[in-house]
């Protein structure tokens, strides 16, 4: 077994975390504060590639493997973690079903241009009444000749305030379950789609997060995804990969955590000495990086899986579950060492604390992945 990097990766990281560094990075806390959606942080994200990362070259992405996605979501989202997710949902919750179960004339259409970053995605599953339970959707979808017409409302939509495109789950019948879920590519000039209000939030301010609503919303009978019947299949398959994103995102927090730590408390005196020479607060950051460590191993792992294998929901639920409950820990703790400075939004890790927790709720909560984790480790195969 090799730990190394490749050539490419390493490259990747380095050109990623430069980028991050002298554009994304001073720009945060700005952001966080104005909560507006970062256009122009997606469009030079596409410069570099990054909006169709594991898309191929011919539908206009950059054919990177999942650990090198896993770096470059890493590095982002240590600059900007709203970033981070934006990316991510354009890549994993939009570009990978496409590109798994579109058509060629859907690929064409809607992969291109949105792997280019010359327009943003979404992904709405999520509804008032149901997130977890993603199978008890209740939009509704019903074929008049040539077209859908989607009835519902989607909601906490990311990318949702600036998004041209959207994939939506709807229901034939929700009586049928997951049976009766399809998946649709709907464009935001379709009639019958709206915004509803941005949603005011804890953390990751600026991804646009907005409710969908969708009032007899009519999508042309091409538009659909896969078949009929198979959108549950689709969705879950998306979030298999979306969590490996996640998984990268939370990384990237940790560790601007962990550097913000390690810098503050070679700094801070207390009692005569620096705050770092306390062993309390080594054992913080010793545990602080090693848990970081972990994480990165179990994504990368996660995301080689998921190159190589068609199921990988073991892997990505623990790569996502391990690395979101460690990245809680790391902010927390981070917090902790600034003291009271770091409940002052003019250090970083305050904003770093109100950004981690999202990790563990979407995409599926820390609960959902440990039922898939126990769901697959009991299996009979
Ligand atoms: C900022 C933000 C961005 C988001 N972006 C998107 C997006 O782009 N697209 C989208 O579709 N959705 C999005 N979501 C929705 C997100 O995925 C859901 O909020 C999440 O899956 C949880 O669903 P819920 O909020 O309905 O909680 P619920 O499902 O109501 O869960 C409430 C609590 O009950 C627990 N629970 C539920 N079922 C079980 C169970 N069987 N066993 C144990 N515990 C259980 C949960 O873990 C949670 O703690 C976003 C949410 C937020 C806040």
């Not at 008032?128 to 000749?145: F, I, N």
């Not at 090693?290 to 998921?306: D, M, V």
């Given at each position: 077994?090799?730990?190394?990097?490749?050539?490419?990766?390493?490259?990747?990281?380095?050109?990623?975390?430069?980028?991050?560094e002298?554009?994304?990075?001073?720009?945060a806390a700005g952001?966080?504060r104005?909560?507006?959606?970062?256009?122009?942080?997606?469009?030079?994200?596409?410069?570099?590639?990054?909006?169709?990362?594991?898309?191929p070259?011919?539908?206009?992405?950059?054919?990177?493997?999942?650990?090198?996605?896993?770096?470059?979501?890493?590095?982002?989202?240590?600059?900007?973690?709203?970033?981070?997710?934006?990316?991510?949902?354009?890549?994993?919750?939009?570009?990978?079903?496409?590109?798994?179960?579109?058509?060629?004339?859907?690929?064409?259409?809607?992969?291109?241009?949105?792997?280019?970053?010359?327009r943003?995605?979404?992904y709405?599953?999520?509804?008032?009444?149901?997130?977890?339970?993603?199978?008890?959707?209740?939009?509704?979808?019903?074929?008049?000749?040539?077209?859908?017409?989607?009835?519902?409302?989607k909601?906490?939509?990311?990318?949702?305030?600036?998004?041209?495109?959207?994939?939506?789950?709807?229901?034939?019948?929700?009586?049928?379950?997951h049976?009766?879920?399809?998946?649709?590519?709907?464009?935001?000039?379709?009639?019958?789609l709206?915004?509803?209000?941005?949603?005011?939030?804890?953390?990751?301010?600026?991804?646009?997060?907005?409710?969908?609503?969708?009032?007899?919303?009519?999508?042309?009978?091409?538009?659909?995804l896969?078949?009929?019947?198979?959108?549950?299949?689709?969705a879950?398959?998306?979030?298999?990969?979306?969590?490996?994103?996640?998984?990268?995102?939370?990384?990237g927090?940790?560790?601007?955590?962990?550097?913000?730590?390690?810098?503050?408390?070679?700094?801070?005196?207390?009692?005569?000495?620096?705050?770092?020479?306390?062993?309390?607060?080594?054992?913080?950051?010793?545990?602080?990086?090693?848990?970081?460590?972990?994480?990165r191993?179990?994504?990368?792992r996660?995301?080689?899986?998921?190159?190589?294998?068609e199921?990988?929901?073991?892997?990505?639920?623990?790569?996502?579950?391990?690395?979101?409950?460690?990245?809680?820990?790391?902010?927390?703790?981070?917090?902790q060492?600034?003291?009271?400075?770091?409940?002052?939004?003019?250090?970083?890790?305050?904003?770093?604390?109100?950004?981690?927790?999202?990790?563990?709720?979407?995409?599926?909560t820390?609960?959902?992945?440990?039922?898939?984790?126990?769901?697959?480790?009991?299996?009979?195969?």
């Amino acid at each position: 077994m090799d730990f190394h990097l490749t050539r490419e990766q390493d490259m990747l990281r380095e050109t990623v975390r430069a980028f991050a560094e002298e554009v994304l990075k001073p720009r945060a806390a700005g952001l966080d504060r104005s909560r507006e959606f970062p256009v122009d942080n997606y469009r030079r994200c596409a410069e570099l590639g990054l909006c169709g990362m594991m898309v191929p070259e011919t539908y206009g992405g950059a054919g990177f493997d999942g650990v090198s996605y896993v770096i470059a979501i890493e590095e982002v989202s240590r600059a900007c973690a709203s970033t981070g997710v934006i990316l991510s949902v354009n890549n994993s919750l939009f570009c990978a079903p496409i590109l798994r179960f579109g058509n060629e004339t859907q690929k064409r259409k809607y992969l291109v241009p949105h792997a280019r970053g010359e327009r943003i995605g979404a992904y709405c599953l999520t509804e008032p009444q149901c997130g977890s339970d993603a199978a008890a959707l209740s939009t509704l979808a019903r074929r008049t000749g040539d077209r859908y017409l989607l009835k519902g409302n989607k909601v906490f939509v990311t990318n949702g305030v600036a998004a041209d495109t959207f994939v939506v789950y709807a229901t034939l019948d929700p009586g049928l379950r997951h049976k009766g879920i399809c998946a649709f590519i709907v464009e935001r000039g379709f009639p019958g789609l709206s915004l509803g209000k941005p949603e005011h939030k804890l953390g990751i301010t600026c991804s646009g997060s907005v409710e969908i609503v969708l009032d007899g919303c009519e999508v042309p009978a091409e538009n659909l995804l896969g078949t009929e019947g198979e959108g549950f299949k689709i969705a879950m398959a998306t979030l298999d990969g979306g969590r490996i994103g996640i998984a990268a995102q939370a990384i990237g927090i940790a560790r601007a955590a962990l550097e913000e730590s390690l810098a503050y408390s070679q700094g801070r005196q207390a009692f005569g000495q620096r705050i770092a020479d306390f062993q309390a607060i080594q054992w913080k950051l010793a545990d602080m990086a090693t848990e970081i460590e972990a994480a990165r191993l179990l994504a990368y792992r996660a995301a080689w899986t998921r190159d190589h294998r068609e199921r990988c929901s073991l892997e990505t639920s623990m790569a996502k579950l391990f690395a979101s409950e460690a990245c809680m820990r790391a902010a927390r703790e981070g917090v902790q060492i600034h003291g009271g400075y770091g409940y002052i939004n003019e250090f970083t890790v305050e904003r770093l604390f109100r950004d981690a927790k999202i990790t563990e709720i979407y995409e599926g909560t820390s609960e959902i992945q440990r039922l898939v984790i126990a769901k697959e480790i009991l299996r009979e195969d």
